[in-house]
C-alpha cells in the first residue's frame, strides 16, 4: 500500500524533478529578466536563463515519453499500476516545475535574497507547487486520477527529502554551486 503510493508518487513526478537538475547542466547565456531590476534588485537574476528553461521543460518532457514506451513493462515487474503520461500532463509538469522556480527567484530577489542564496522551504517545494498548479490546471482529469490525496501526501513529504539528497549529490560531484 505505501509501497505503491511510493511508487506512483516518484513515478509521476519524475518529469517535475528532473528540468530543474537538467537546467544546472544547460544554463547559461542569456538571463530571462534580461538584466532588468525591480525595486532596487533584479526581476529574476542571472541563475534564470531562457536557455536553462528550455532544455529543463524539454529533458521533463522527453522524460515522460521514455517512461510511457517503460510503463507496461516496470508495472508489471514491480506489479503496481504505474500511469502513462498525457502529452500535455508531461508539459504541464516540466514547465511548471521550472516555472515554480522562477517564481521563488521573483520571491527572493524581493526579500533581498542574492543569486544562490537558500531559502529554506521554498527551495524544496516550489519546483512541485508549479507542476501541480499546472497539471491540474491543464489536464485536470489526469492529474485527479492520479494524484490521489495519499499521493499527493507522498509527494509533498518525499520531495524535500529528495531534493535535498540530489543538490547535495550535484554540489559534491561539482556541478553545482551550493549544496541546496
Ligand atoms: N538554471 C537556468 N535556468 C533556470 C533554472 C536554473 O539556467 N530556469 C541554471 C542556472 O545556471 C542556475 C543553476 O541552474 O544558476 C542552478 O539553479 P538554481 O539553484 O535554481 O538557481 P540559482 O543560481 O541558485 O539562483 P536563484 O537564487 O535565483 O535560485
Ligand atoms: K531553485
Ligand atoms: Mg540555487
Aim: charged share 15%.
Amino acid at each position: 500500500m505505501v509501497g505503491s503510493l511510493v511508487a506512483t508518487a516518484f513515478w509521476a513526478m519524475l518529469p517535475a524533478y528532473v528540468p530543474n537538475n537538467a537546467a544546472v547542466l544547460a544554463g547559461g547565456g542569456r538571463p530571462i529578466d534580461g538584466g532588468r531590476e525591480w525595486r532596487g534588485a533584479r526581476v529574476l537574476g542571472d541563475g534564470k536563463t531562457w536557455r536553462g528553461t528550455a532544455v529543463g521543460t524539454a529533458v521533463g518532457v522527453a522524460l515522460a515519453l521514455v517512461l510511457n514506451a517503460l510503463v507496461d513493462p516496470v508495472s508489471g515487474a514491480v506489479g503496481i499500476d504505474l500511469p502513462a503520461f498525457d502529452l500535455l500532463a508531461a508539459v504541464a509538469l516540466a514547465f511548471g516545475a521550472m516555472c515554480g522556480d522562477i517564481g521563488a527567484s521573483f520571491l527572493k530577489r524581493r526579500s533581498g535574497r542574492e543569486r544562490g542564496a537558500a531559502f529554506p522551504g521554498l527551495d524544496q517545494l516550489d519546483f512541485v507547487g508549479g507542476a501541480l498548479l499546472a497539471v491540474f490546471l491543464l489536464a485536470p482529469a489526469w492529474a485527479t486520477e492520479v494524484f490521489t490525496l495519499p499521493v499527493l501526501a507522498v509527494v509533498v513529504v518525499m520531495t524535500p527529502v529528495l531534493h535535498v539528497v540530489t543538490n547535495v549529490a550535484a554540489y559534491v560531484l561539482g556541478v553545482k554551486n551550493e549544496p541546496w
